[in-house]
C-alpha cells in the first residue's frame, strides 16, 4: 500500500507564490515518478508537473507548457518528497493540486498509480 499526502496549498494574490510539498510513504520502491495535477471543477484532471527518477539524487523534470518558468518541481528522494514551487501566480491557476506516484515516465492521469487527497490553491486577483 502507498500513502500520498499532500500539503501546503492556500489562498494567494495574483503574483504571488506557494510552495506545494508531498510526502509518498509505503510500497514505493518501484514508484520512479512523482508528480502534480490539477483539477477544477467540470473539467478534467490535468498535467502540471512531474519529476522521473534516475539514480541516487537524479531526476528529471517535465513541465505543462502554462507552467514553464513560472513553476519549479523538486524532488527529494531520501524523504521521498516532491515539491512544487509556484510562482506568478495567476487567478487561473486556481484548482485542486494532487500529487500522484506512477511505476512508468508519463503525463497521463491514467498511469499514476496513488494520489493524494489534493490541496486547495486559490489565486485572487
Known amino acids: 500500500q502507498v500513502q500520498v499526502v499532500e500539503s501546503g496549498g492556500g489562498l494567494v494574490q495574483a503574483g504571488g507564490s506557494l510552495r506545494l510539498s508531498c510526502a509518498a510513504s509505503?510500497?514505493?520502491?518501484?514508484?520512479?515518478?512523482m508528480g502534480w495535477f490539477r483539477q477544477t471543477p467540470g473539467k478534467e484532471r490535468e498535467f502540471v508537473a512531474t519529476?522521473?527518477?534516475?539514480?541516487?539524487?537524479?531526476?528529471?523534470?517535465y513541465y505543462a507548457d502554462f507552467v514553464k518558468g513560472r513553476f519549479t518541481i523538486s524532488r527529494d528522494n531520501a524523504k521521498n518528497t516532491v515539491y512544487l514551487r509556484m510562482s506568478s501566480l495567476k487567478p487561473e491557476d486556481t484548482a485542486m493540486y494532487y500529487c500522484?506516484?506512477?511505476?512508468?515516465?508519463?503525463?497521463?492521469?491514467?498511469?499514476?498509480?496513488?494520489w493524494g487527497q489534493g490541496t486547495q490553491v486559490t489565486v485572487s486577483s
Open positions: 500522484a506516484v506512477s511505476r512508468k515516465e508519463s503525463r497521463l492521469v491514467k498511469e499514476y498509480n496513488y
Open positions: 509505503g510500497s514505493i520502491s518501484s514508484m520512479n515518478t
Open positions: 519529476t522521473v527518477w534516475s539514480s541516487g539524487n537524479i531526476y528529471y523534470a
